[in-house]
């Protein structure tokens, strides 16, 4: 076996799993301990910056066993703070393979665990809730690294670290779409140049008087990590763009169009993390397959006070997947219509937004 050295996950409630490494040497790594229960698609999970800060644990048990290829990252350079796998596949076998998992990894200083019960470890986070951890290679002190665990705080500033930094451009031929960078995913991208827009990709912290000077026909908020109370830009840029221009907000998106309206967010248990998630659209009784990936929610009952309205729901939990206003070209959905991994059901969200913007209809 390839991978012999010994690697350790120490949780915030003392549990301690001994596995084997992969992927970068850990010293150190800490991060929010979250699961995901795709049975593929993990280059697309490692790759989505949405996962910036979090160990992020597979419950299919074979991980990596087609490799690595060019096509199928959501970014350049992935945010992941480690993957935890219950076996991780030394030898892939694919047409398209480029790299192994621990080769990749290597190359991107990620480090990996495997060999670990993550039956034990997701039924845990299960009923506990998302919980603090620590990647370690040793452990002198069990009693000390539990202690750094508890004491760790979680940063606030994964928008900015994950965005881009300046804008740029992805000409075509059709409708001038703007797409807000909160983290976002270039499955999204794709869409909109497969639909021949030209987009016009900027940074988090965009002033609305910057992206009006662009003259967009609509505006894209993308998906993005952590609490969405903490992207007050994000905030400030919706309330600000609200009744000038049509809006679409994907997940971190979705969220911060519900706060820019009044409504407030909380943060899940241990969140939907996959790519097998039934929504249902209340308005006309469709149930889709989803790809979801967030750890906070739109709390339904505070959207009471606002003029949003709820269109579609969770069907495993009831927590709120869409949203429309009442009286502005805004819509939004928690989960990503852009699938990468996961089914396409919901894939014509994107030509609804692009026909809004057809339509004319901007309310002043």
Same mark, same amino acid.
């Given at each position: 076996?390839?991978?012999?050295?010994?690697?350790?996950? +120490?949780?915030?409630?003392?549990?301690?799993?001994?596995?084997?490494a992969f992927g970068?040497?850990?010293?150190?790594?800490?991060?929010?301990?979250?699961?995901?229960?795709?049975?593929?698609?993990?280059?697309? !999970?490692?790759?989505? &910056?949405?996962?910036?800060?979090?160990?992020?644990?597979?419950?299919?048990?074979?991980?990596?066993?087609?490799?690595?290829?060019?096509?199928?990252?959501? !970014?350049?350079?992935?945010?992941?703070?480690?993957?935890?796998?219950?076996?991780?596949?030394?030898?892939?076998?694919?047409?398209?393979?480029?790299?192994?998992?621990?080769?990749?990894?290597?190359?991107?200083?990620? &480090?990996?665990?495997?060999?670990?019960?993550?039956?034990?470890?997701?039924?845990?986070?299960?009923?506990?809730?998302?919980?603090?951890?620590?990647?370690?290679?040793?452990?002198?002190d069990l009693d000390?690294?539990?202690?750094?665990?508890?004491?760790?705080?979680?940063?606030?500033?994964? +928008?900015?670290?994950?965005?881009?930094?300046? &804008?740029?451009?992805?000409?075509?031929?059709?409708?001038?779409?703007?797409?807000?960078?909160?983290?976002? @995913?270039?499955?999204?991208?794709?869409?909109?140049?497969?639909? %021949?827009? %030209?987009?016009?990709?900027? &940074?988090?912290?965009?002033?609305?008087?910057?992206?009006?000077?662009?003259?967009?026909?609509?505006?894209?908020?993308?998906?993005?990590?952590?609490?969405?109370?903490?992207?007050?830009?994000?905030?400030?840029?919706?309330?600000?763009?609200?009744?000038?221009?049509?809006?679409?907000?994907?997940?971190?998106?979705?969220?911060?169009?519900?706060?820019?309206?009044g409504a407030d !967010?909380?943060?899940? @248990?241990?969140?939907?993390?996959?790519?097998?998630?039934?929504?249902?659209?209340?308005?006309?009784?469709? +149930?889709?397959?989803?790809?979801?990936?967030?750890?906070?929610?739109?709390?339904?009952?505070?959207?009471?006070?606002?003029?949003?309205?709820?269109?579609?729901?969770?069907?495993?939990?009831?927590? +709120?997947?869409?949203?429309?206003?009442?009286?502005?070209?805004?819509?939004?959905?928690?989960? %990503?219509?852009?699938?990468?991994?996961?089914?396409?059901?919901?894939?014509?969200?994107?030509?609804?937004?692009?026909? @809004?913007?057809?339509?004319?209809?901007?309310?002043?």
């Amino acid at each position: 076996m390839k991978y012999m050295s010994k690697r350790y996950l +120490v949780l915030e409630d003392g549990s301690l799993f001994e596995g084997t490494a992969f992927g970068a040497s850990c010293d150190e790594q800490f991060g929010e301990v979250v699961f995901n229960t795709g049975m593929t698609g993990y280059q697309e !999970t490692l790759s989505d &910056p949405s996962y910036c800060d979090q160990l992020v644990v597979m419950t299919y048990p074979l991980i990596g066993n087609y490799g690595i290829n060019r096509d199928d990252f959501e !970014t350049i350079q992935p945010a992941i703070s480690g993957l935890i796998v219950k076996e991780c596949a030394e030898f892939p076998s694919n047409f398209r393979n480029e790299w192994s998992l621990d080769e990749y990894f290597k190359q991107k200083n990620i &480090p990996g665990l495997s060999n670990i019960d993550t039956r034990r470890l997701v039924k845990k986070i299960r009923q506990n809730g998302t919980m603090k951890g620590v990647m370690v290679d040793n452990i002198e002190d069990l009693d000390a690294c539990r202690k750094q665990v508890n004491e760790f705080n979680y940063k606030r500033d994964q +928008v900015r670290r994950v965005s881009t930094v300046k &804008p740029y451009v992805v000409p075509g031929n059709g409708e001038r779409i703007v797409l807000v960078d909160f983290g976002m @995913k270039h499955g999204i991208l794709r869409e909109f140049t497969e639909r %021949h827009c %030209h987009v016009t990709v900027v &940074p988090y912290n965009t002033t609305a008087d910057e992206v009006l000077q662009l003259k967009p026909d609509g505006v894209m908020l993308s998906n993005g990590p952590g609490d969405p109370k903490d992207v007050q830009d994000g905030i400030m840029l919706v309330k600000d763009l609200m009744g000038k221009v049509p809006i679409f907000g994907i997940c971190l998106g979705h969220q911060l169009i519900a706060l820019a309206c009044g409504a407030d !967010t909380h943060k899940m @248990k241990f969140g939907h993390r996959g790519a097998n998630h039934p929504v249902k659209d209340l308005r006309t009784g469709d +149930v889709w397959m989803t790809s979801q990936n967030h750890g906070y929610a739109v709390t339904e009952e505070s959207l009471s006070q606002t003029s949003l309205k709820v269109n579609q729901l969770a069907l495993n939990d009831n927590t +709120v997947e869409g949203l429309e206003h009442e009286t502005f070209d805004i819509f939004s959905v928690q989960y %990503h219509p852009e699938s990468s991994p996961g089914p396409q059901d919901s894939n014509a969200l994107f030509d609804k937004f692009l026909n @809004k913007i057809k339509g004319g209809i901007i309310h002043a």
